[in-house]
């Protein structure tokens, strides 16, 4: 089992989508967790746009590293840049990977409605999906 930390920098988004993607498509061979640098609290459209897709995620909740029940992982796998700039380090044979995605806030920030900006939001999380459905063999 290859243990995964997904980390963004608020742990509302993109961080919990892979964590939820990698719960729902990869249990079998990844122990997924996910963490902020800061907390910003869940995304209703992250939660909405996953539920669509049928992973629930409404239970997971915006959490820093320390929280984790472990800091031992395999990978830290980094979905934007600012955690990518950030990132604590870690101890032993954890490997750090930078795997960006955009930011589903940032993208939304210009539509003029609710249904544009849900897909600002299932482009991401498509995204996510598709690179949740090639671990682990495509990690180093």
């Not at 061979?29 to 409404?58: C, D, Q, R």
Request: hydrophobic residues 35%; neutral net charge; aromatic residues 8%.
């Amino acid at each position: 089992m290859v243990k995964i930390l997904f980390l963004c920098t608020g742990n509302s988004c993109r961080s919990q989508m892979a964590e939820g993607w990698a719960r729902a498509l990869k249990s079998d061979v990844v122990e997924a967790y996910s963490a902020g640098i800061e907390t910003h609290g869940l995304n209703p459209y992250a939660v909405k746009v996953m539920a669509e897709a049928g992973v629930n995620i409404s239970a997971q909740k915006s959490k820093l590293v320390p929280e984790l029940p472990t800091q031992e992982f395999d990978y830290v796998i980094t979905v934007c840049g600012n955690a990518r700039e950030s990132c604590p380090v870690f101890p032993g044979k954890t490997r750090v990977v930078h795997v960006g995605f955009d930011d589903p806030p940032r993208l939304a920030e210009s539509c003029q409605t609710g249904e544009e900006k849900l897909a600002c939001y299932r482009r991401v999380r498509d995204e996510i999906r598709t690179f949740i459905e090639k671990l682990p063999e495509i990690l180093p």
